[in-house]
């Protein structure tokens, strides 16, 4: 069962004041949906906090980032999986863009954190999507399949049936550019398509959520396509009430 789901990515932003007070907005704000799971992925100096703010309701945590190192050792700075899930996340975010472009993450490290997420017990939500000059030179296609087959032949066909996917073109990110919902249906699409060559099952049944300056006022439009089951929020999450009618956009479809 696809299961819909509005995710709202902190990136670099918060404090303790901040976790507190979102948390204690959307728990107040935000009536939730058993079918539309709601998820706040702060830094990771602020999740025990979040975790235990949102205990007793149905908010969903998640971190941002992971180690591609299993075992504890001498990583230093590094968080491994099992760190997470021992705090109580849910979920964690893997090879944002953000991470493959500034912090070096290959196709290959992405999918190596992807099977360390789910062996820990997490969801990894995992982030594909192609720059404006892939899109330009009309690769975002192999692009993004490249993307997907370096995970698929990491965690093989089974390990997909724990993961999320998120569809981020790099050109809509915190940029005000939002993929047109006809492209984003476009290219969820054709991840579905890919993903059915390796199980029909599994591609009908992953949730694949949009990301890329999602708005309040685009939500609907984007989160109604075929295809899209959600989104991965920036920017707007950082506005309890644009995160909340976001929520509420997807809630009511
Ligand atoms: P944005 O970020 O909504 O600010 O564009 C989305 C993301 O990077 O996940």
Known sequence: MRQMMVA?????????????????????????????????????????????????????????????????????GEVAGFMLSDIGCQYVIVGHSERRAL?????????????????????PIVCVGETLTERENGHAESIIAAQLDAVSACIGVDGWRSVVLAYEPVWAIGTGKTATPEQAQAIHA????????????????????????????????????????????????LNGDDFARI???????
């Open 190 to 237: 054709f991840i579905r398509a890919h993903l059915a060559k390796l199980d029909v099952t599994v591609a009908a049944s992953i949730s694949i959520l949009y990301g890329g300056s999602v708005k309040p006022d685009n939500a609907a439009a984007i989160f109604s396509q075929s295809d899209v089951d959600g989104g991965l929020i920036g920017g707007a999450a």
């Open 103 to 123: 912090y070096g993450e290959t196709n290959e490290i992405v999918a190596t954190k992807t099977k360390m997420a789910i062996d820990a017990g997490l969801t």
């Open 8 to 76: 709202g990515n902190w990136k670099m932003h918060g404090s303790v004041a901040f976790t507190q007070e979102m948390i204690a907005l959307l728990q107040s704000k935000v009536a939730i949906k058993e079918n539309v799971t709601l998820l706040v992925c702060p830094p990771s100096v602020f999740l025990a906090q979040a975790v235990q703010a949102a205990a007793g309701s149905e908010v969903r945590i998640g971190a941002q980032n992971l180690s591609d190192v299993a075992a504890p050792g001498a990583y230093t």
């Open 247 to 253: 929520y509420a956009a997807a809630a009511a479809l």
